[in-house]
């Protein structure tokens, strides 16, 4: 994307302006007072420490647990044995996914590991296709752990999985009491194929002189980081290309331009329901970066040291506040609200003030973090 293109999507339209004055965003501050070295560097480190490895590691357990779920409702025998359990064990991973998607570097673009364990957005419907054809696949070979890797991007994560074990009527596919051969097949491989990879992320995090470490010890023999700055401007980008994502893949798509253009059916997780349960996670992800968490500090610990900005800290803790408890409005599903007559205005509502947080982060947070903005998270600048 060129220069005037980036210009031209950074305008904002009179809704979002309106959303910012509503939430009390619209204004700027006046710069008085630079970050040093050491600032960034006890905020990174307390991220990493109290926000990044633990939901790593949640991650990781829960993937763990729902390959087991799968391995023993597939084989008919012990606690996971009935299809509610491997359900609930689909949705703990979920949910421990949608606590760690928006930290899409490092250990998660290492062998494309993010967009492997979820191929979205979707509107071709390549995850169904490639599910459909693996359905049909006799040979046991394709389904073998270090084979499966090479498989279709599109058929090697969640909702590859959610294909698996839910139908187009939102309901399980698997008959009660009967482990379909051919579903569970594909599902014990795709489920292998997800602990894999949290199991790889985690550890390329924690390990000595894995990505923790170089994230916290930026320098001229880091490969990733050179300064301490360099390696917060990673933290807000994964702030900043979070509400990217919920805008430009989550919302907007199945939002439309109005209620008769909507399509419920380009809703992430719309067969399992989680459209709006997703966003709600999402949010609560970008929020616990941003204030920080498990007693350590998150970004706003430099907005509280920069003093470039001091209306902007407790305005930004209001937004996170308001947008959320618009989101958590939104019933029963995504689906249905974005073509309800009732339902609708709540997520148009939502949808302009995501934008109106993301054009703040832009605009007033980065500047007071010593950050350039410009960016757009989602073409790679």
Known sequence: MGTRARAAARRVPAAVAAAALALGLAGSGTARAALAETDYAEVNAAIVEGHVLPRMAAFERSAARLDAAMAAFCAGTGPGAEIRALLRRYHETMDAWMAVRHLNFGPAEEFMRASR????????????????RLLTERGGAAFEAEAFTRESVAA??????????????????????????????????????????????????????????????????????????????????????????????????????SAAAARPDLVESRLSGRGIANIVLDLEALSALYRGESGKPGLARLLERSDKDPELAPLMRRAFAQTLATARTIAPTLT??????????????????????????????????????????????
């Not at 709540?346 to 947070?365: F, N, Y």
């Open 117 to 132: 364990i979820q191929f979205a957005p979707d509107p071709e419907g390549r995850v169904p296709a490639a599910v459909a």
């Open 156 to 257: 090697q994560g969640l909702p590859a999985l959610e294909h698996v074990l839910f139908g187009d009527d939102g309901r399980p596919a698997f008959t009660p009491g009967f482990p379909d051969p051919a579903r569970c097949r594909l599902g014990r491989a795709i489920a292998r194929n997800i602990m894999d990879m949290a199991e790889g992320m985690a550890a390329d995090w924690q390990r000595s002189g894995g990505f923790a470490h170089s994230l916290t010890h930026p320098g001229e023999s880091n490969s990733y980081f050179a300064t301490h700055k360099d390696a917060a401007i990673a933290l807000f980008r994964s702030l900043h290309g979070g509400f990217d994502v919920l805008v430009a893949l989550k919302i907007e798509p199945p939002l439309g331009k």
């Open 336 to 381: 249905r609200a974005v073509v309800d007559p009732a339902g609708r205005p709540r997520v148009e509502k939502l949808h302009l003030q995501l934008r109106a947080l993301r054009q703040i982060i832009a605009e007033r947070l980065a500047p007071a973090l010593g950050i350039a903005a410009g960016f757009n998270a989602l073409d790679g600048d």
